[in-house]
T-cell receptor, first 115, second 113 residues
Framework: AQSVTQLDSHVSVSEGTPVLLRCNYS??????LFWYVQHPNKGLQLLLK??????LVKGINGFEAEFKKSETSFHLTKPSAHMSDAAEYFC?????????????FGTGTRLQVTL | AAGVIQSPRHLIKEKRETATLKCYPI?????VYWYQQGPGQDPQFLIS???????DKGSIPDRFSAQQFSDYHSELNMSSLELGDSALYFC????????????FGPGTRLTVT
């Protein structure tokens, strides 16, 4: 079984400062890992994905994440926060094999961006 | 680019009624997934279909059923609705199943009164 743990339920940053959203994963095999973002009353948008290629993954809107097997982590970062980044962020894991590639979501981190 | 389409976007039903949610995947996507997101909760996997066959089943109540049709669209049928069924229901689609990113629709907000 696989799971993800988002270490912070709420993160607040000032506009223009770096963003760090932390995620640890647990998986018996090499997992696929994703970050999704959900703006209020909106659907889920894929930010980036890791599927055993490059360990540093670049996504949309300036976000990136680094897969660290030794630390079982997949933290999401952005050099400079923008007001429009305020949203709920989900770290997500998918199993390596099988036809049932369902996604297992973390509990989410709410990012607040202040002026 | 075309996205996943869900209808209706909002639905209000009374207890013990039935509801049908529809999902139209991205063109050429052959796999559909259904998720339920309760208020303040993370999305929970319900069920998925690959090439019109059920491929996996999650925490879907027996009162719910789903299928994928020949044009790859999917419907989630919900009967004997309960207050606890009030949630945002997402459909996602992918091309293939293994290690593929899923693209989500805007969701259907179901309110049971």
């Amino acid at each position: 079984a696989q799971s993800v743990t988002q270490l912070d339920s709420h993160v607040s940053v000032s506009e223009g400062t770096p963003v760090l959203l932390r995620c640890n994963y647990s998986s018996s095999y090499s997992p696929s890992l994703f970050w999704y973002v959900q703006h209020p009353n909106k659907g889920l948008q894929l930010l980036l994905k890791y599927t055993s290629a490059a360990t540093l993954v670049k996504g949309i809107n300036g976000f990136e994440a680094e897969f660290k097997k030794s630390e079982t982590s997949f933290h999401l970062t952005k050099p400079s926060a923008h007001m429009s980044d305020a949203a709920e962020y989900f770290c997500v894991v998918s199993p390596y094999t099988g036809t049932a590639s369902k996604l297992t979501f973390g509990t989410g981190t709410r990012l607040q961006v202040t002026l | 680019a075309a996205g996943v389409i869900q209808s209706p976007r909002h639905l209000i039903k009374e207890k013990r009624e039935t509801a049908t949610l529809k999902c139209y995947p991205i063109p050429r996507h052959d796999t559909v997934y259904w998720y339920q997101q309760g208020p303040g909760q993370d999305p929970q996997f319900l069920i998925s279909f690959y090439e019109k066959m059920q491929s996996d089943k999650g925490s879907i109540p027996d009162r719910f059923s789903a299928q994928q049709f020949s044009d790859y669209h999917s419907e989630l049928n919900m009967s004997s609705l309960e207050l606890g069924d009030s949630a945002l229901y997402f459909c996602a689609s992918s091309f293939g199943t293994q290690r593929r990113e899923q693209y989500f629709g805007p969701g259907t907000r179901l309110t049971v009164t």
